[in-house]
């Protein structure tokens, strides 16, 4: 079997493939493990509909009956909303995934393995995974940092959410060799708030910009990601103490219920959404969308 065999291309991301179009991938941990039902799948609709408005043609990725789904139907998509034995694969699950035909939904690392498999550069997320606080004992390091080292496909998201250590990650994403670019703003955004703190490593200000940077960085043939930082809009932004407090309270009951392992950040984010009685999701929602249409806005340029 080859590669191609594991993968099937929705006719909707072919024909965009085919004629060099620009795309925007997009993943399905959020779908299934980021966002409660029904909101996961009505989400994921809209932001689907807010990458077509802005001249793309977004392919949301994710794992059934041992292939490689690039660009989900609506019906699938209400699948991996609503179905509770849906997997998170990260990259070391997907031959686990495949091999045994369970569902699975895609983190930011897969989701752009199984991108860059097929061509395309150009991925929308909320948040990435990062370095989790206390790293530096548990080693807990988010393969999508890993994967952003490696693969050659840029990704948009609202920057780093303060479960993590925000700075650790930044160290390691300088480490590993993946420029960190903020769009509009000197601060590196965290999130659910434009603020986090830290100063981002690089700013630009305009997509034409960003498009040009993608390009060098490719062009000159080096490896790997951009992180891309889109500050939530404001009027969706949370105080960062507010949220810093539900973090403690979320990282305290991780630690006393001994979640571990790929379980922490999906805890995690769930302790928090159920606790800011919503804010958070509508936050969330808000920040998507708009991850969204830069990226396409990015796509249309870099594919001119
Ligand atoms: N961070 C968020 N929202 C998310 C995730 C992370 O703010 O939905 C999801 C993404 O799919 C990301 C994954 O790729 O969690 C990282 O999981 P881990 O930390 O186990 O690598
Ligand atoms: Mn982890």
């Known amino acids: 079997m080859s590669k191609n065999d594991f993968i099937i291309i929705h006719p909707e991301v072919k024909h965009a493939l085919d004629n060099n179009l620009p795309i925007v991938a997009l993943e399905s941990t959020i779908i299934s493990h980021g966002m409660p039902w029904p909101q996961n799948a009505a989400t994921a ?13 977004p392919a949301t990725i994710a794992i059934k009956d041992g292939k490689c789904l690039v660009g989900l139907s609506s019906e699938t998509i209400d699948y991996f909303g609503q179905a509770n034995d849906v997997w998170k694969v990260s990259l070391r699950d997907m031959p686990y995934a495949i091999s045994k035909k369970v569902p699975g939904a895609t983190t930011v690392a897969a989701t752009m393995r199984i991108a860059s498999m097929v061509g395309i550069k150009i991925f929308a ?27 050659n496909v840029a990704v948009i998201g609202a920057g780093v959410k303060s479960i993590l250590d925000i700075g650790l990650t930044l160290e390691y994403l ?20 434009s603020k986090s703190g830290y100063n981002s490593p690089l700013r630009l200000d305009t997509t034409e910009s960003i498009a040009l940077l993608l390009k060098a960085k490719w062009d000159l043939g080096l490896k790997g990601s951009v992180l891309i930082a889109n500050p939530i809009p404001v009027e ?28 922490v950040t999906p805890f995690l984010l769930k302790y928090i959404a159920t606790n800011t009685m919503g804010e958070s999701l509508e936050a969330n929602i808000a920040l998507i969308k708009n991850n969204a249409k830069l990226a396409a806005q990015i796509a249309v340029l870099y594919y001119l």
Do not use: C, W
């Open 125 to 151: 997320t909320g948040g990435i995974g990062g370095v989790h606080r206390g790293a530096t004992k548990s080693m807990d390091i988010s393969a999508d940092l890993t994967e952003m080292a490696n693969t």
């Open 45 to 57: 609709k809209s932001v689907e509909d807010v990458v077509r408005k802005h001249g793309a043609i």
């Open 236 to 263: 969706f932004e949370m105080e960062l103490v507010t949220i810093e407090k539900h973090i403690i309270n979320a990282l305290n009951e991780a630690r006393l219920l001994n979640i571990k392992g790929k379980e």
């Open 174 to 193: 300088e480490t590993l060799g993946v420029p960190v670019v903020t769009i509009g703003q000197d601060e590196f955004p965290s999130f659910y708030s």
